[in-house]
């Protein structure tokens, strides 16, 4: 079955502990990336990749790092998390540029 | 850099009554118009993308949109409602990123559609 996984679904921390949301996808997608959905506020897209080894910013990246080393993995990283970074995060992959983008189930991320 | 306004952010409707949901994006037009829904406690799905031909798009579950250029909008319709329909609605439009590329996506703060009987 295509799909977007992301793990963990749900995680509950403290204000600077390092964490690691992982995201992969089996449909070959060049193109992932990484939102976080906020009430009122939409999806606002944190880091993007259009290739491996190829990222880039998006609208609200502070805070946030990723890597893409294989073509199916996307991890995003919170070297000191924040609790203003308590959030649903979503991660996505498309074949590139107007295609549709199909969407992992989301993370819940709370930071105390 | 593009935004996009959708009106109202809470929708109710009757079973079986029109469904409007309104989208208008801020600047040049964009080359690409999505329409997404999001049930509870799950990620998003494509209702419909506009990208360049007929200006009517239609999608899944009945849903159609329109582009329109002149009015810089692409409201999402459906004639008849159904329970089922009841969710969370985003309009997004592309972006051009750095790389110069439309990868990035653009949304807006979403509309919960509620349906009554």
């Known amino acids: 079955e295509a799909q977007v996984t992301q793990n963990p679904r749900y995680l509950i921390t403290v204000t600077g502990k390092k964490l690691t949301v992982t995201c992969s996808q089996n449909m070959n997608h060049e193109y992932m990336s990484w939102y976080r959905q906020d009430p009122g506020l939409g999806l606002r897209q944190i880091y993007y990749?259009?290739?491996?080894?190829?990222?880039d910013k998006g609208d609200v990246p502070e805070g946030y790092k990723v890597s893409r080393k294989e073509k199916r993995n996307f991890p995003l990283i919170l070297e000191s998390p924040s609790p203003n970074q308590t959030s649903l995060y979503f991660c996505?992959?498309?074949?590139?540029?107007?295609?549709?983008?199909?969407f992992g189930p989301g993370t819940r991320l709370t930071v105390l | 850099a593009q935004s996009v306004t959708q009106l109202g952010s809470h929708v109710s409707v009757s079973e079986g009554a029109l469904v409007l949901l309104r989208c208008n994006y801020s600047?040049?037009?964009?080359?690409?118009l999505f329409w997404y829904v999001q049930y509870p406690n799950q990620g998003l799905q494509l209702l419909l993308k506009?990208?360049?031909?007929?200006?009517l798009v239609k999608g899944i579950n009945g849903f159609e949109a329109e582009f329109k250029k002149s009015e810089t909008s692409f409201h999402l319709t459906k004639p008849s409602a159904h329970m089922s329909d009841a969710a969370e609605y985003f309009c997004?439009?592309?972006?051009?990123?750095?790389?110069?590329?439309?990868?990035?996506?653009?949304f807006g703060a979403g509309t919960r559609l509620a349906v009554h009987p």
């Open positions: 990749s259009m290739n491996v080894e190829v990222t």
């Open positions: 996505a992959s498309s074949l590139g540029e107007g295609n549709e983008q199909f």
């Open positions: 997004a439009v592309s972006d051009q990123s750095s790389s110069g590329g439309y990868n990035k996506l653009i």
């Open positions: 600047s040049s037009v964009p080359p690409y």
């Open positions: 506009y990208t360049t031909g007929a200006t």
